[in-house]
């Protein structure tokens, strides 16, 4: 609704948004990357020895399990070399005075499905970062449409109905198998910013509990004890703590207490077995805080589950699926900032420390976004004389 002439008009506003199927960026990923992949056939994998396919396993720090029998080695082998992981991620953000969506999809790299850079050489002769190139993201959404929890459900359903596509692998022609060698994709991982991530998981944003992965209060973050002893919550769990408990968040999909009555607050809290006597004597806010007590920030059902709440995650492709506990390079910006602080601090030599200072006031500019300080650190450490200035050490310290 508009006003114009003192007066109410209804307007009609258009959202515009493009899709690129997931099955096709899987398609097209597979062809750029294939000849970076161990694509073995079934024959070329069964002639491996035992002690070879130990010897594949053993560079991974991933715990899988082979099996004890030489057959079901290879099937595990198989089945790990064959299955690829994808990272989602997704922001909002303005363009020209209008508000964009971006999600996009990456693969994660892993040395058992991908060559190593050394193996790449010796096997074509030509330099590449394998790692890079595989884990290099392509565009699945772009909408214009504001970044908020409306304007991202309405692409949830589409992004579902994608994903329930993932169980029928891609078969790659020409391969010496008669009906080629199935790859898998399997959704692993979702990373973003922190009110994306709270919006995947259905975590309240800010407010006591703003973790999407564990129950831990804002005021005791602080305690990395206290952090260190709190379970990790899934995604499961946390649809189930929607659906199977209260009767407003079970009817909603969601609750926010703060928006809750004195009745209902003592509804929720006597489906969900919390009620004492008593409480019908307590103020609102009081109530209010017991229910979010129990709830944790756990506010609504995670994204993908909303077109099909009542089924679990556990009997989906999304079985795996996780959301990342921060963003590492919005997470690091004040420690790269204390870094570039306390830098010029330890270094003894006057002319070295203006030297330092200088270059980091010239790199710095007038950029304060995380990416920037990041950029600013990586462009000191390729000062030529920088090693020579800070010595070896803290430069390692800086480089890691």
Partial sequence: ?????????????????????LKTIRTNSLEEHKKYMRLESDADIETLSIEEI?????????????GTTRDSMIESLKAAQRTRHMKMWHDGSQLIDHPYLLHTVSFIYDSLVYYTNEEYLNRYGIKADVQSIVEDPFIYILAMTRGTKEGQLRYTETRISD?????????IPGAADELGIPIIDVIRIFHGDGPARQFESGQSKGGSYPCSN?????????????????????????????MKKGV???????????SLNKQSLIAELKALKKFQLGDEKKTVELLKNKVKKHYKGCISIPALCSTNPDISL?????????????????????HTVHLLLELPRHISDRDNRLEVC?????????????????????????????????????YNILRF
Avoid at 365 to 390: F, M, N, P, Q, W
């Fill in 1 to 21: 609704m508009i006003i114009k002439n003192n007066q109410l008009h209804e307007v009609q506003v258009v959202h515009q948004g493009r899709k690129i199927p």
């Fill in 54 to 66: 130990k010897e594949r396993y053993d560079k991974l720090p991933t715990g899988l399990k082979l």
């Fill in 163 to 171: 994903i329930e596509e993932l169980n029928t692998p891609i078969l």
């Fill in 214 to 242: 564990c129950p831990i209060q804002a005021s005791l973050t602080a305690n990395l004890l206290q952090s260190q002893k709190l379970p990790r919550v899934t995604l499961e769990e946390k649809r189930e703590t929607i």
């Fill in 248 to 258: 407003i968040s079970r009817a909603n999909l969601e609750i926010d207490p703060n």
């Fill in 314 to 334: 556990n009997d989906t492709p999304l079985k795996s699926y996780e959301i990342a506990p921060g963003e590492i390079m919005h997470d690091l910006k004040e």
């Fill in 358 to 394: 200088g270059i980091i006031a010239q790199l710095r500019g007038s950029g304060t976004s995380a990416c920037h300080y990041r950029e600013v650190l990586i462009k000191l450490l390729k000062y030529t004389k920088i090693i020579d200035i800070i010595g070896i050490n803290i």
